[in-house]
């Protein structure tokens, strides 16, 4: 709209993976505790990721369960599952996560 098409300005390249991201985002989130589904989850920052398109990740709202949902290559999937496991365990570990269950994602926002 009205924008010069220069390949690969930031602004771009960010519109285009929100469009992606989105395209690709569930309409919910099961908890695999309790398998309730949610709808407020956000999309994960991929950039680190090979092999991931998309990752979203929420809160249960009925028992506080971490649920995170990964789209891409089906090892990469698998691998980006067990690292998350991992920095979850070592969040935990850490206490890193707020008393009041507060999760604080990867920051998607902007860099302009
Ligand atoms: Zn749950």
């Known amino acids: 709209m009205g924008q010069a098409r220069q390949r690969g300005t930031q602004a771009q390249r960010i519109a285009q993976a929100r469009a992606k991201i989105e395209a690709l985002r569930p309409e919910k ?61 070592n969040e935990g570990k850490l206490g890193k996560q707020s008393p009041t269950g507060e999760h604080v994602p990867f920051d998607e926002d902007d860099r302009s």
């Not at 309730?36 to 979203?56: C, E, K, P, V, Y």
């Open 29 to 89: 989130l099961v908890c695999g505790a309790c398998k309730t589904a949610f709808s407020d989850f956000d999309a994960l920052d991929t950039r680190n990721m090979a092999g991931i398109q998309a990752a979203f990740g929420g809160i249960c709202p009925s028992c506080g369960e971490t649920v995170l949902a990964f789209s891409g290559e089906k090892d990469a999937v698998a691998n980006a599952m067990l690292a998350w496991q991992d920095a979850m365990e």
